[in-house]
């Protein structure tokens, strides 16, 4: 994928199975995830469903499941699994040298009004 990337750390800062957030002024809060098997994931930090939290949620395999309402949430696509209907937006991620970049326009991108 070319275009500018952000480096916003090493991925050791993230626990396996657990997610931080990354405020970005202007633009949704980022969510980042990393799974028990050390894959990474960026998500908006919001739930289709009730605007929930998703790095509070608990993380099995490549899905994150809601803490307000237990939605299953795909970390790959962001689609709302199951009977669920929703979609949250991915910001891409690369891993690099022990580092985790975000696409710079993805993360940057304006809060919908």
């Not at 626990?15 to 995830?33: C, K």
């Not at 309402?69 to 891409?92: F, M, R, Y």
């Amino acid at each position: 994928m070319i275009g500018e990337w952000l480096d916003i750390g090493p991925v050791v800062q993230i626990e396996p199975g657990t997610a931080r957030t990354l405020s970005v002024a202007g633009a949704e809060e980022i969510a980042i995830f990393r799974t028990m098997t050390g894959e990474c994931y960026a998500l908006v930090n919001k739930c289709p469903h009730k605007q929930g939290p998703l790095s509070q949620g608990i993380i099995h395999g490549a899905v994150v499941a809601c803490p307000l309402h237990n939605w299953n949430i795909s970390l790959k696509t962001g689609q709302a699994l199951s009977e669920d209907e929703g979609c949250v937006p991915t910001i891409p991620l690369k891993l690099e040298s022990g580092r985790i970049f975000l696409l710079r326009e993805a993360a940057l991108r304006p809060k919908a009004a």
